[in-house]
Protein backbone atom coordinates (compact mmCIF):
# COMPACT_ATOMS: atom_id res chain seq x y z
CA UNK A 1 0.00 0.00 0.00
CA UNK A 2 1.22 3.83 -0.59
CA UNK A 3 1.73 6.00 1.92
CA UNK A 4 -0.69 8.76 2.75
CA UNK A 5 -0.12 12.65 1.91
CA UNK A 6 -2.74 14.70 3.36
CA UNK A 7 -2.50 18.06 1.80
CA UNK A 8 -3.43 21.65 3.46
CA UNK A 9 -3.91 24.15 0.04
CA UNK A 10 -3.71 27.57 1.59
CA UNK A 11 -5.44 29.48 -1.01
CA UNK A 12 -8.22 29.74 -3.70
CA UNK A 13 -7.70 31.82 -6.01
CA UNK A 14 -6.82 31.44 -9.55
CA UNK A 15 -3.27 29.70 -8.46
CA UNK A 16 -5.52 27.89 -5.61
CA UNK A 17 -7.26 26.57 -8.89
CA UNK A 18 -4.00 24.93 -10.89
CA UNK A 19 -2.47 23.62 -7.79
CA UNK A 20 -6.26 21.83 -6.97
CA UNK A 21 -6.01 20.67 -10.47
CA UNK A 22 -2.39 19.06 -10.38
CA UNK A 23 -3.29 17.43 -6.74
CA UNK A 24 -6.01 15.71 -8.28
CA UNK A 25 -4.52 15.03 -11.60
CA UNK A 26 -1.45 13.88 -10.92
CA UNK A 27 -2.47 9.99 -9.62
CA UNK A 28 -4.19 10.06 -13.33
CA UNK A 29 -1.28 10.57 -15.24
CA UNK A 30 1.80 9.51 -13.36
CA UNK A 31 2.15 6.45 -11.31
CA UNK A 32 2.62 8.11 -8.11
CA UNK A 33 4.72 7.21 -5.07
CA UNK A 34 1.80 8.02 -2.60
CA UNK A 35 -2.25 8.45 -2.36
CA UNK A 36 -3.23 11.77 -2.30
CA UNK A 37 -5.64 13.26 -0.06
CA UNK A 38 -7.23 16.66 -0.39
CA UNK A 39 -7.77 17.32 3.16
CA UNK A 40 -8.17 21.07 3.70
CA UNK A 41 -8.47 24.24 1.66
CA UNK A 42 -7.98 27.59 3.65
CA UNK A 43 -9.53 30.37 1.96
CA UNK A 44 -11.85 33.70 2.99
CA UNK A 45 -15.31 33.29 4.45
CA UNK A 46 -17.10 33.39 0.83
CA UNK A 47 -18.69 31.27 -1.38
CA UNK A 48 -15.48 31.19 -3.49
CA UNK A 49 -13.81 28.57 -0.71
CA UNK A 50 -17.05 26.70 -0.24
CA UNK A 51 -17.48 26.24 -4.62
CA UNK A 52 -13.58 25.82 -4.94
CA UNK A 53 -13.85 22.73 -2.36
CA UNK A 54 -17.09 21.08 -3.69
CA UNK A 55 -15.41 21.56 -7.36
CA UNK A 56 -12.16 20.27 -6.51
CA UNK A 57 -12.94 17.64 -4.09
CA UNK A 58 -11.01 18.90 -0.85
CA UNK A 59 -12.66 16.58 2.19
CA UNK A 60 -13.16 20.74 4.45
CA UNK A 61 -12.63 24.30 4.31
CA UNK A 62 -11.00 26.28 6.49
CA UNK A 63 -10.85 30.03 7.30
CA UNK A 64 -7.36 30.05 9.30
CA UNK A 65 -4.55 28.85 7.43
CA UNK A 66 -2.41 29.95 10.73
CA UNK A 67 -4.30 27.19 12.66
CA UNK A 68 -3.84 24.75 9.61
CA UNK A 69 -0.37 24.36 9.33
CA UNK A 70 -0.18 23.58 13.06
CA UNK A 71 -2.55 20.72 12.71
CA UNK A 72 -1.43 17.12 12.99
CA UNK A 73 -3.29 15.53 10.20
CA UNK A 74 -1.27 17.54 7.20
CA UNK A 75 1.61 16.11 5.86
CA UNK A 76 1.77 19.03 2.98
CA UNK A 77 1.33 22.54 2.97
CA UNK A 78 0.63 24.21 -0.64
CA UNK A 79 0.96 28.00 -0.22
CA UNK A 80 -1.07 30.02 -3.20
CA UNK A 81 -1.60 33.02 -0.85
CA UNK A 82 -1.20 36.67 -2.00
CA UNK A 83 3.47 37.09 -2.52
CA UNK A 84 3.45 38.74 0.79
CA UNK A 85 1.96 35.63 2.76
CA UNK A 86 4.17 33.11 1.26
CA UNK A 87 7.35 33.93 3.87
CA UNK A 88 5.41 33.41 6.98
CA UNK A 89 3.25 31.16 6.21
CA UNK A 90 6.42 28.70 4.19
CA UNK A 91 8.49 29.67 7.62
CA UNK A 92 5.80 28.16 10.31
CA UNK A 93 5.36 25.34 7.87
CA UNK A 94 8.35 23.78 7.99
CA UNK A 95 9.30 24.79 11.18
CA UNK A 96 6.00 22.43 12.18
CA UNK A 97 7.88 19.58 9.86
CA UNK A 98 5.72 19.82 6.85
CA UNK A 99 6.66 19.15 3.49
CA UNK A 100 6.30 23.09 1.85
CA UNK A 101 5.68 24.21 -1.32
CA UNK A 102 4.87 27.54 -2.30
CA UNK A 103 3.59 29.79 -5.27
CA UNK A 104 6.09 32.25 -6.64
CA UNK A 105 7.70 34.40 -6.22
CA UNK A 106 9.29 32.87 -3.31
CA UNK A 107 8.71 35.87 -1.35
CA UNK A 108 8.90 39.92 -1.72
CA UNK A 109 12.49 40.00 -0.76
CA UNK A 110 16.02 38.17 -0.22
CA UNK A 111 15.90 38.21 2.98
CA UNK A 112 12.65 36.24 3.65
CA UNK A 113 13.73 33.98 0.97
CA UNK A 114 16.91 33.22 3.03
CA UNK A 115 14.84 32.71 6.07
CA UNK A 116 12.67 30.60 4.26
CA UNK A 117 15.71 28.44 3.06
CA UNK A 118 17.16 28.14 6.38
CA UNK A 119 13.73 27.35 7.79
CA UNK A 120 13.13 24.47 5.15
CA UNK A 121 16.31 23.13 5.55
CA UNK A 122 15.48 19.81 6.45
CA UNK A 123 12.27 19.53 5.05
CA UNK A 124 11.42 18.64 0.99
CA UNK A 125 10.02 21.88 -0.87
CA UNK A 126 9.31 23.06 -3.93
CA UNK A 127 8.62 26.54 -5.49
CA UNK A 128 6.20 26.52 -8.74
CA UNK A 129 8.18 27.48 -11.18
CA UNK A 130 5.96 25.24 -13.11
CA UNK A 131 7.23 26.35 -16.36
CA UNK A 132 10.35 24.33 -16.53
CA UNK A 133 7.95 21.46 -16.65
CA UNK A 134 6.41 22.35 -20.30
CA UNK A 135 7.61 19.59 -22.01
CA UNK A 136 8.74 22.05 -25.17
CA UNK A 137 11.00 24.14 -22.43
CA UNK A 138 12.33 20.66 -20.71
CA UNK A 139 13.35 19.83 -24.64
CA UNK A 140 14.85 23.01 -25.08
CA UNK A 141 17.00 22.22 -22.10
CA UNK A 142 17.59 18.45 -22.86
CA UNK A 143 19.05 20.22 -26.65
CA UNK A 144 21.35 22.76 -24.73
CA UNK A 145 22.87 20.32 -22.19
CA UNK A 146 23.33 17.41 -25.23
CA UNK A 147 25.18 20.26 -26.99
CA UNK A 148 23.11 20.89 -30.06
CA UNK A 149 22.81 24.33 -29.44
CA UNK A 150 26.59 24.80 -28.63
CA UNK A 151 27.64 28.16 -27.18
CA UNK A 152 24.80 30.66 -26.46
CA UNK A 153 25.43 34.13 -27.95
CA UNK A 154 22.00 35.55 -27.41
CA UNK A 155 19.39 34.82 -24.76
CA UNK A 156 16.19 37.09 -25.60
CA UNK A 157 13.00 36.69 -23.06
CA UNK A 158 10.00 38.61 -22.17
CA UNK A 159 6.42 37.72 -20.68
CA UNK A 160 3.81 40.11 -21.74
CA UNK A 161 0.24 40.45 -20.19
CA UNK A 162 -2.37 43.19 -21.17
CA UNK A 163 -4.59 43.44 -18.23
CA UNK A 164 -2.61 46.37 -16.65
CA UNK A 165 -4.11 48.51 -19.41
CA UNK A 166 -7.33 47.95 -17.54
CA UNK A 167 -7.97 50.77 -15.01
CA UNK A 168 -10.47 48.45 -13.20
CA UNK A 169 -8.05 45.96 -11.61
CA UNK A 170 -6.44 48.11 -9.87
CA UNK A 171 -8.30 46.94 -6.58
CA UNK A 172 -6.22 43.54 -6.87
CA UNK A 173 -3.94 42.77 -4.22
CA UNK A 174 -1.20 42.77 -7.30
CA UNK A 175 -1.88 46.32 -7.45
CA UNK A 176 -0.91 46.99 -4.16
CA UNK A 177 2.71 46.82 -3.34
CA UNK A 178 2.31 45.82 0.25
CA UNK A 179 0.85 42.35 -1.04
CA UNK A 180 2.35 42.02 -4.55
CA UNK A 181 5.56 43.63 -4.43
CA UNK A 182 7.01 46.14 -7.24
CA UNK A 183 4.41 44.80 -9.57
CA UNK A 184 5.66 42.92 -12.54
CA UNK A 185 8.77 41.99 -11.83
CA UNK A 186 7.88 40.66 -9.06
CA UNK A 187 5.15 38.56 -11.09
CA UNK A 188 5.72 37.77 -14.59
CA UNK A 189 9.96 38.91 -14.21
CA UNK A 190 10.59 36.01 -12.11
CA UNK A 191 9.17 33.51 -14.61
CA UNK A 192 11.37 34.86 -16.98
CA UNK A 193 14.44 34.86 -14.36
CA UNK A 194 13.69 31.10 -13.46
CA UNK A 195 13.69 29.76 -16.83
CA UNK A 196 16.59 31.83 -18.21
CA UNK A 197 18.83 30.75 -14.77
CA UNK A 198 17.36 27.02 -15.75
CA UNK A 199 18.53 27.07 -19.98
CA UNK A 200 20.93 29.24 -19.31
CA UNK A 201 22.89 29.49 -16.81
CA UNK A 202 23.84 32.00 -14.10
CA UNK A 203 24.04 35.93 -15.19
CA UNK A 204 26.69 37.84 -13.93
CA UNK A 205 25.65 41.30 -14.09
CA UNK A 206 22.71 43.30 -15.37
CA UNK A 207 21.06 46.58 -16.10
CA UNK A 208 17.51 47.72 -15.42
CA UNK A 209 14.61 49.94 -16.19
CA UNK A 210 11.28 50.10 -14.73
CA UNK A 211 7.85 52.23 -16.21
CA UNK A 212 4.55 52.99 -14.73
CA UNK A 213 2.24 53.85 -17.79
CA UNK A 214 -0.73 54.15 -15.50
CA UNK A 215 -1.16 57.21 -13.32
CA UNK A 216 -1.08 56.95 -9.46
CA UNK A 217 -0.43 53.45 -9.59
CA UNK A 218 2.30 52.67 -7.10
CA UNK A 219 3.64 49.64 -8.79
CA UNK A 220 5.38 48.85 -12.12
CA UNK A 221 3.86 48.00 -15.13
CA UNK A 222 6.68 46.70 -17.13
CA UNK A 223 10.47 46.21 -16.75
CA UNK A 224 12.94 45.46 -19.08
CA UNK A 225 16.77 44.76 -18.15
CA UNK A 226 20.27 44.27 -20.09
CA UNK A 227 21.59 40.91 -18.85
CA UNK A 228 25.44 39.41 -19.08
CA UNK A 229 25.60 35.80 -17.95
CA UNK A 230 28.55 34.13 -16.95
CA UNK A 231 28.61 31.60 -20.29
CA UNK A 232 29.43 35.07 -22.08
CA UNK A 233 26.24 35.06 -23.55
CA UNK A 234 24.22 38.58 -23.44
CA UNK A 235 20.86 38.66 -22.29
CA UNK A 236 17.72 40.99 -23.01
CA UNK A 237 14.84 40.10 -20.93
CA UNK A 238 11.39 42.20 -20.15
CA UNK A 239 7.86 41.65 -18.34
CA UNK A 240 5.02 44.13 -19.11
CA UNK A 241 1.30 43.97 -18.10
CA UNK A 242 0.94 46.54 -21.11
CA UNK A 243 1.50 44.07 -23.55
CA UNK A 244 -1.34 44.83 -25.87
CA UNK A 245 -2.19 41.89 -28.00
CA UNK A 246 -0.71 39.72 -25.93
CA UNK A 247 -2.62 37.54 -23.23
CA UNK A 248 0.11 34.99 -21.80
CA UNK A 249 2.48 35.68 -23.83
CA UNK A 250 5.98 33.85 -22.31
CA UNK A 251 8.57 33.56 -25.05
CA UNK A 252 12.40 32.88 -25.30
CA UNK A 253 15.13 32.54 -28.57
CA UNK A 254 18.11 31.53 -27.77
CA UNK A 255 20.96 32.09 -30.63
CA UNK A 256 23.77 29.69 -29.89
CA UNK A 257 26.96 28.49 -32.00
CA UNK A 258 25.27 25.53 -33.66
CA UNK A 259 21.42 26.04 -33.36
CA UNK A 260 18.39 28.38 -32.54
CA UNK A 261 15.69 27.74 -30.37
CA UNK A 262 12.38 29.54 -29.92
CA UNK A 263 9.14 28.86 -26.94
CA UNK A 264 6.36 30.84 -27.35
CA UNK A 265 3.92 29.84 -24.12
CA UNK A 266 0.54 30.51 -26.83
CA UNK A 267 1.89 27.95 -28.43
CA UNK A 268 3.10 25.67 -25.88
CA UNK A 269 3.61 22.24 -27.60
CA UNK A 270 5.84 23.75 -30.15
CA UNK A 271 9.22 24.66 -30.10
CA UNK A 272 11.16 26.40 -33.10
CA UNK A 273 14.42 24.93 -33.77
CA UNK A 274 16.72 25.81 -36.41
CA UNK A 275 19.79 24.01 -36.73
CA UNK A 276 22.75 25.76 -38.20
CA UNK A 277 25.13 22.52 -38.73
CA UNK A 278 23.14 21.87 -41.74
CA UNK A 279 24.24 22.73 -45.13
CA UNK A 280 23.25 26.19 -45.51
CA UNK A 281 21.17 25.15 -48.31
CA UNK A 282 18.92 23.21 -46.52
CA UNK A 283 18.61 25.05 -43.33
CA UNK A 284 15.29 26.79 -41.89
CA UNK A 285 13.44 26.94 -39.08
CA UNK A 286 11.95 23.70 -37.98
CA UNK A 287 8.30 24.12 -36.25
CA UNK A 288 9.01 20.88 -34.08
CA UNK A 289 5.62 19.34 -31.80
CA UNK A 290 7.11 18.32 -28.87
CA UNK A 291 4.23 15.62 -28.55
CA UNK A 292 6.18 12.65 -29.21
CA UNK A 293 6.40 9.37 -26.75
CA UNK A 294 10.17 10.01 -27.04
CA UNK A 295 10.23 13.91 -25.66
CA UNK A 296 10.25 15.00 -22.16
CA UNK A 297 6.92 15.01 -20.14
CA UNK A 298 4.98 14.40 -22.76
CA UNK A 299 4.39 10.80 -22.92
CA UNK A 300 2.67 10.61 -19.69
CA UNK A 301 -0.09 12.84 -20.80
CA UNK A 302 -1.52 11.60 -24.24
CA UNK A 303 -0.70 9.83 -27.92
CA UNK A 304 1.55 12.30 -29.99
CA UNK A 305 -0.21 15.22 -31.26
CA UNK A 306 -2.95 15.51 -28.51
CA UNK A 307 -1.76 18.20 -27.13
CA UNK A 308 -1.62 19.21 -24.16
CA UNK A 309 -2.26 22.78 -21.62
CA UNK A 310 -1.20 25.54 -19.08
CA UNK A 311 -2.67 23.06 -16.28
CA UNK A 312 -0.19 20.50 -17.73
CA UNK A 313 2.75 22.39 -16.23
CA UNK A 314 1.71 22.19 -12.80
CA UNK A 315 0.31 18.43 -12.94
CA UNK A 316 4.23 17.44 -14.54
CA UNK A 317 6.08 19.40 -11.13
CA UNK A 318 3.73 18.20 -8.48
CA UNK A 319 4.65 14.41 -10.04
CA UNK A 320 8.05 15.44 -10.25
CA UNK A 321 8.41 16.57 -7.08
CA UNK A 322 6.60 13.67 -5.54
CA UNK A 323 8.55 11.07 -7.28
CA UNK A 324 12.12 13.48 -5.95
CA UNK A 325 10.69 12.92 -2.73
CA UNK A 326 10.10 8.85 -2.48
CA UNK A 327 13.26 8.80 -3.77
CA UNK A 328 14.81 10.98 -1.35
CA UNK A 329 16.60 13.13 -4.11
CA UNK A 330 16.78 16.39 -4.29
CA UNK A 331 13.71 18.51 -6.52
CA UNK A 332 14.29 21.63 -8.92
CA UNK A 333 12.95 24.34 -8.41
CA UNK A 334 13.35 24.20 -4.91
CA UNK A 335 13.81 27.33 -2.65
CA UNK A 336 17.55 27.73 -3.08
CA UNK A 337 16.43 28.03 -6.69
CA UNK A 338 13.40 30.52 -6.17
CA UNK A 339 16.42 32.27 -3.85
CA UNK A 340 18.26 32.95 -7.00
CA UNK A 341 15.82 34.06 -8.18
CA UNK A 342 15.16 36.58 -5.53
CA UNK A 343 18.79 37.62 -5.78
CA UNK A 344 18.66 38.59 -9.12
CA UNK A 345 15.31 40.30 -9.06
CA UNK A 346 16.85 42.26 -6.23
CA UNK A 347 19.47 43.04 -8.67
CA UNK A 348 17.96 44.57 -11.07
CA UNK A 349 15.00 46.52 -9.19
CA UNK A 350 18.41 48.12 -7.26
CA UNK A 351 19.59 48.67 -11.14
CA UNK A 352 16.41 50.44 -11.98
CA UNK A 353 16.43 52.83 -9.10
CA UNK A 354 20.16 53.54 -9.61
CA UNK A 355 20.44 53.60 -13.37
CA UNK A 356 23.66 51.61 -12.59
CA UNK A 357 25.19 48.42 -13.82
CA UNK A 358 25.07 45.55 -10.80
CA UNK A 359 26.38 42.29 -10.31
CA UNK A 360 23.56 39.43 -9.87
CA UNK A 361 23.70 36.47 -8.14
CA UNK A 362 27.21 35.01 -6.38
CA UNK A 363 28.34 32.19 -8.97
CA UNK A 364 29.22 29.89 -5.93
C1 LIG B 1 -0.38 36.92 -13.47
O1 LIG B 1 -1.49 37.33 -14.18
C2 LIG B 1 -0.24 35.39 -13.52
O2 LIG B 1 -1.33 34.81 -12.86
C3 LIG B 1 1.05 34.99 -12.81
O3 LIG B 1 1.06 35.38 -11.46
C4 LIG B 1 1.28 33.50 -12.97
O4 LIG B 1 2.45 33.10 -12.32
C5 LIG B 1 1.35 33.20 -14.46
O5 LIG B 1 1.61 31.85 -14.67
C6 LIG B 1 0.06 33.60 -15.13
O6 LIG B 1 -0.17 34.96 -14.87
Same mark, same amino acid.
Given at each position: ??????????????????????????? =? #???? !?????????? +???????????????????? &?? %???????????????????????????????? +??????????????????????????????? %??????????????????????????????????? %?????????? %?????????????????????? &??????????????????? $???????????? $??? #??????????????????????????????????? =????????????????????????????????????????????????????? &??????????????? =??????????????????????????? !??????
Amino acid at each position: MKPELRVALLGDGFMGKAHSNAWAQAP =H #FFDL !PYRIRRKLIC +GLDTPLLHQTAAQWEWEETA &TD %WRAAIERDDIDVIDIALPNHLHAEAAIAAARA +GKIVLTEKPMANTVDEARAMVEAAAKVPNLV %WYNYRRVPAIAFAKQLIDEGRVGQIYHYEAAYKQQ %WGADASRAAT %WRMDPKQGGSGVADDLLTHVID &TALYLNGPMKEGVAMAATF $MPGRQVDDAFQA $MIR #FENGAMGAIMSTRFGIGSKNAKSFRIHGANAMLGF =HLEKLNNLEFLDFTEPSTEQGVRDLMVTDLKHPIFGNFWRPGHIIGYEHSFIA &TLAAFLDALSKDEEF =HPNFRDGLAVQQVLAGLQQSAASRQWV !PLQPSA
